[in-house]
């Protein structure tokens, strides 16, 4: 089973999909409790479209998609909605389609289109090295730092917003904190990673932890564990059956939120009975 790192490039697109995995499933608790589901993939499509217009243009190709995630995060904390007719999910999904058709627009210029275009949705974590490690263990780790410090603040606004006692107000410190640090821990793994995975390091695991258990801290315990198990078993399956490896970790995510699913509903039911 463990014969896979003997390879170096699987050590390190585990290392690399462990650092991302845990911090985006955390990450991914709150994210989940506010009801924005579609911030995380319209962020990590504007990284995207940072990282074409970098290409097109022929320079800044780290700046560009970082001031681009973090206008967007600016932008996005902004937002206040009055109508009751509209969402905020109907919002942030205008902007990630808006994103999405600019970013293939800018790919479709390049000498390699299509494979360009896969790369953007599903990243190459096999062909990741350790200075790129590096900088994403150091940039998440200070985004974790920060979480750690004030996780009172962070987790008090979740769950306020979650039991609709507080709505998002024009501005507020935290909530802006709070999509300066997806903004930035999408920019920084998005460019490994891809949109699709990053977006799955965030959704399942924590929806699948939701499945579990209502106890927060149990809660994000549970989602980094179907992290870094959803991280080794699809590693595991590309390797052995030469799939893409960011393509395969979405798909054993997948499997394992079908099977929280069903344990969910089964508990539910032995409850119900009792």
Partial sequence: MFEMFQLPFMVQAFVVSLISGLLLAYLGVHVVGRGIVFVDLALGQISSLGVAFAGFIGAGLTSIPLIFTLAGALLMSFIHIRDKRLK???????FYAFASALTVLMISKTPHGDSDVQEVLFG??????????????????IIALVHIIFYKKFFALTER????TIHETIFSLWNFLFYMS???????????????????????????????????????????????????AGLYVSYHYDFPAGSSIVAVLGCIFLLCGGVGIMTRKKRVVA
């Fill in 88 to 94: 905020h999910e109907a919002i942030i999904g205008i």
């Fill in 124 to 141: 190459n974590i096999l062909a990741t090295d350790w200075p790129h490690i590096q900088t994403l263990g150091i940039a998440f780790g």
């Fill in 182 to 232: 997806i903004g930035l821990s999408i920019v920084f793994a998005v460019k490994i990673n891809g949109v699709i995975p990053v977006f799955s390091f965030l959704i399942i695991p924590s929806v699948s932890a939701i499945m579990l258990t209502r106890n927060n801290y149990l809660l994000v315990i549970l989602a980094i564990l179907v992290s870094v198990i959803g991280n080794f």
């Fill in 161 to 164: 917003m979650e039991n609709g």
